[in-house]
């Protein structure tokens, strides 16, 4: 029921905005602010041998932060718009040993109202696109061979005060969701004889993450 109403309200956004911009501006923003990942998980399985044997290992990181610089651009009216938006994220899964980085590219539907308020208006919106997640470890199970790209969504409530016509400030609170990462590949263990080929899978359970970001935008 919940991924039901959260589909629901994203394909309302997404096209009730795109309707909405007959009579738009180019809108161009830039934004920077700090991610919090709940759990990450990253499962190990390797299977080798005759017969083959198949074993599993988790690793998991709490409470991890990464950085964030987005950049979109689109068309805006008064009281709503629709961007393509560029995030990329980097850090580091601490109780995982991973350097982590993210890039997404989304289409983005927001509805702007006033609030009543000379200048101020409100914030809601939704995104939809895909990202890729590249992992680098010292642990030789992951090494630098992750990299795999999913469906993602998004969710966007904030405010922004209209400075001048031209140049406004923002500030936003976003929920990222998406599908698990995952990535296989297979390495030859050459120290044996006969040589033996296990077969890995890396599984990243990394699907809903915050974020609070504030920026600037202008529009012409």
């Known amino acids: 029921m919940k991924l039901k109403f959260r589909l629901g309200v994203l394909a309302g956004l997404l096209l009730g905005s795109n309707v909405a911009?007959?009579?738009?501006?180019?809108?161009?923003?830039?934004?920077?602010?700090?991610?919090?990942?709940?759990?990450?998980?990253v499962i190990l399985s390797s299977r080798s041998g005759t017969p083959p044997v198949t074993t599993t290992t988790w690793l998991t990181s709490d409470g991890d932060e990464t950085d964030l610089v987005a950049v979109a651009a689109g068309v805006a009216d008064v009281s709503a718009r629709f961007l393509i938006e560029y995030y990329h994220q980097t850090g580091d899964l601490v109780g995982i040993g991973a350097d982590y980085t993210k890039q997404s590219l989304y289409y983005s539907g927001y509805w702007t109202p006033n609030l009543y308020v000379p200048k101020l208006h409100g914030i809601l919106g939704a995104g939809i696109g895909g990202s890729q997640i590249t992992l680098e470890s010292d642990n030789d199970a992951i090494g630098d061979e992750f990299e795999d790209r999913e469906l993602q969504y998004k969710f966007?409530?904030?405010?922004?005060?209209?400075?001048?016509?031209?140049?406004?400030i923002f500030g936003t609170y976003e929920k990222h969701y998406s599908n698990n990462f995952t990535h296989s590949f297979s390495r030859t263990d050459t120290s044996t004889n006969p040589s033996t080929?296990?077969?890995?899978?890396?599984?990243?359970?990394?699907?809903?993450?915050?974020?609070?970001?504030?920026?600037?935008?202008?529009?012409?």
Request: proline share 0%; charged share 20%.
């Open 197 to 220: 080929v296990t077969q890995w899978q890396i599984d990243v359970q990394d699907s809903d993450q915050s974020v609070i970001q504030i920026g600037l935008a202008t529009r012409f």
């Open 156 to 168: 966007t409530v904030g405010i922004e005060y209209r400075l001048l016509d031209q140049l406004t």
């Open 21 to 41: 911009m007959a009579d738009g501006k180019i809108y161009l923003s830039a934004s920077g602010g700090t991610f919090d990942h709940d759990k990450t998980n």
